[in-house]
């Protein structure tokens, strides 16, 4: 119980905050943005052409415009860095030989 009340303290601040608290995360969500509606957007496949291949990092690549599809991307977003968060957390700590 104490764990779940940890984790809660430590995502508020992001499920609280109109833009999380991350220095590039604005520049994220404007990718996110266009991988979702570059094909619909006569502005944006004028400047900007999604060619896919495989770089490291591309989680959010991959996940963030599926979520967005069936919630605001705002939440997709903040949904994605919630469960990186969840993800690292839950890794079990490495022990001292």
């Given at each position: 119980?104490?764990?779940?009340?940890?984790?809660?303290?430590?995502?508020?601040?992001?499920?609280?905050?109109?833009?999380?608290?991350?220095?590039?995360?604005?520049?994220?969500?404007?990718?996110?943005?266009?991988?979702v509606?570059?094909?619909?957007?006569?502005?944006?496949?004028?400047?900007?052409?999604?060619?896919?291949a495989v770089i490291?990092?591309?989680?959010?690549?991959?996940?963030?415009?599926?979520?967005?599809?069936?919630?605001?991307?705002?939440?997709?977003?903040?949904?994605?860095?919630?469960?990186?968060?969840?993800?690292?957390k839950?890794?079990?700590?490495?022990?001292?030989?």
């Open positions: 119980m104490a764990y779940a009340a940890l984790l809660v303290v430590a995502l508020a601040p992001m499920w609280l905050a109109t833009i999380p608290p991350l220095g590039d995360y604005p520049n994220h969500l404007a990718r996110m943005h266009i991988l509606n570059a094909q619909d957007s006569e502005l944006l496949s004028r400047f900007y052409q999604v060619h896919w490291p990092n591309l989680a959010m690549d991959l996940l963030v415009p599926p979520l967005a599809h069936v919630m605001p991307l705002a939440v997709a977003g903040k949904v994605f860095i919630a469960g990186q968060r969840l993800r690292r839950s890794r079990a700590p490495a022990r001292a030989a």
